[in-house]
């Protein structure tokens, strides 16, 4: 089982949208309303930046970045919580499945640190994220380099997140995959990504693995 992060086993909204209006000040651009900030949970920051900042000139969108790291780094990640049933869910899955992983966009430094601080680490064998380059900021070349790295069989793999971007990796690599509906994603988006499932809160995971099949 490959589980995201942000909106799938923590709510990291104060964190990442704190942190991205604290870039936005410092580059002197105006800052979207509350809920177009809250839509940048869950894909990669760099292509929501370059909207913000209306360019697609990498040092300009690697400086927005950096700033936000500044802030997030030492502040942001902590400001986040874990969903109610997620223990509860991970120890259910654990008996269920041969092993547990991470697969987030945010870069495996910070994902590192977050399972750890929310004692959530000894449920998966490793966590994997992007880097802080860029590289596997694209969650489908992401799920490729997890199944390759660990021996995985595709079809015997199920992705669970809360957006598009999920979805549509799993199914770029062949992995069924279920909606958590508790996060950022509606029904909708994850309907249309092509959801195999759709699970309305983590103490229903199991039944939504059984209708993955």
Known sequence: LLFDLDGTLTDPHLGIVTSIKYALELLERPCPPEDVLANCIGPPLRSSFGSFLETSDRERI???MALYRRRYADVGLFENEVYDGVPEMLESARSIAAALFVATSKPTVFAERIVRHFGLDHHFVRVYGAELDGRFDNKAELLAHLLAAEGIDAESAVMVGDRDVD???AKANGLR???ALWGYGSPAE???????ALCSAPRDL???LDSAR
């Open 62 to 64: 690697e400086e927005a």
């Open 167 to 169: 979805v549509l990796a």
């Open 177 to 179: 995959s279920i909606g």
């Open 190 to 196: 994850l309907l249309d990504a092509g959801a195999d």
């Open 206 to 208: 199991l039944t939504c």
